[in-house]
C-alpha cells in the first residue's frame, strides 16, 4: 500500500517541510515517529510510512469496533462511563444484557453514511503522514489520489470493523472483549505484546514502542460481586507493535 504511494509522488528527507502535517502527525503517533517520517529517506523503502499507515488504520478500526454509536464521541464516553459503572455493581449476565440492548437500539447501521462520514477523516490523516514524510505534491492534490488508492481498502476495513463491532457489543454477553493497542513511547514487553518486525535475536530490555500495528484482545469477566475473585482478565491476542529498533537500519 505504501509502496504504491512512494512510487507516485517524489521525496524530500532532511527536516520537517510542512508544520501543519507534522503536527498533526505528532498528536497521532507521538514525536519521535513524527521525527523519523520528517528525518529519514522514504523512496527506496517505504517501510516507516507502512508502518505508519498500519498505526492509523489501528486507531481508527479500535474504535470503530468498540463504539458504541458512530459518529459521536460525546455519546459514546457518556455510555462507555455508564456501563464502567455498571459493570461494578451488577453481575455479568445484568450488565452484558444491557450492554446489547443498548448497543442495538443506539446504532445507526446505515454502513454508506458512516463512510461518507470517515472517509475525508482517514484520507486527512494519510495525506498528513505523506506529507510530515517530505511529500512534495499540494495537499488537495494528495488527498485525491489517497482516497482514489485507498478507499477500497478503507471501506472494507470499516464494514469488517463494523461486524466485530456487532459481535463483540451485541452477541457475546457472557464477558467483555475489547481490543488493546499499546501507547506510543510504551517500554517494550514480551509479556503484553508482540514486536511485529523481530529480525534474529528478541529486544533489549528498555526498547520504546514507536506504534501500535496490529490490535490485540482482551477478554474480563465478572465472576462475581463480591469476594476475593471478581473478575477474570485474559488476555487473548497480544497486540503488535513497531519498536524503535525498527529504523536502525533504514537511511537518515
Not at 469496533?65 to 459521536?72: D, H, K, M, N
Not at 455498571?86 to 443498548?102: D, F, K, P, V, Y
Not at 509479556?191 to 474480563?220: N, S
Request: net charge negative; aromatic share 8%.
Amino acid at each position: 500500500m505504501a509502496e504504491s504511494m512512494v512510487d507516485t509522488f517524489s521525496f524530500e528527507s532532511g527536516g520537517v517541510r510542512n508544520q501543519n502535517a507534522h503536527a498533526a502527525v505528532t498528536g497521532l503517533f507521538g514525536q519521535s515517529l513524527a521525527h523519523y517520517l520528517a528525518t529519514k529517506k522514504h523512496k527506496d523503502d517505504p517501510l516507516l510510512i507502512q508502518i505508519t499507515f498500519q498505526s492509523c488504520f489501528v486507531q481508527f478500526l479500535g474504535f470503530v469496533i468498540c463504539s458504541w454509536t458512530l459518529p459521536g464521541d460525546d455519546v459514546n464516553r457518556m455510555f462507555a462511563n455508564t456501563y464502567e459503572r455498571m459493570r461494578r455493581g451488577e453481575a455479568q449476565a445484568i450488565s452484558g444484557r444491557w450492554r446489547a440492548l443498548t448497543s442495538a437500539y443506539t446504532h445507526n447501521h446505515e454502513e454508506s453514511q458512516f463512510i461518507t462520514s470517515v472517509m475525508p477523516y482517514l484520507t486527512g490523516h494519510f495525506s498528513n503522514i505523506m506529507l510530515a514524510a517530505g511529500c512534495s505534491v499540494e495537499p488537495e492534490i494528495l488527498r485525491a489520489s489517497v482516497e482514489k488508492k485507498l478507499s477500497d481498502r478503507i471501506v472494507l476495513l470499516f464494514k469488517l470493523a463494523l461486524q466485530l463491532n456487532k459481535i463483540m457489543m451485541e452477541e457475546i454477553t457472557s464477558a467483555d472483549l475489547t481490543t488493546v493497542t499499546v501507547p506510543f513511547e510504551t517500554t517494550y514487553s514480551v509479556e503484553q505484546m508482540e514486536d511485529a518486525y523481530v529480525d534474529g535475536e528478541p529486544a533489549a530490555g528498555g526498547v520504546r514502542v514507536l506504534c501500535t500495528t496490529d490490535l490485540g484482545l482482551r477478554r474480563i469477566t465478572r465472576l462475581a460481586t463480591s469476594g476475593d475473585k471478581q473478575w477474570d482478565d485474559k488476555l487473548l491476542l497480544k497486540p503488535k507493535v513497531a519498536l524503535k529498533t525498527v529504523v536502525d537500519s533504514m537511511d537518515g
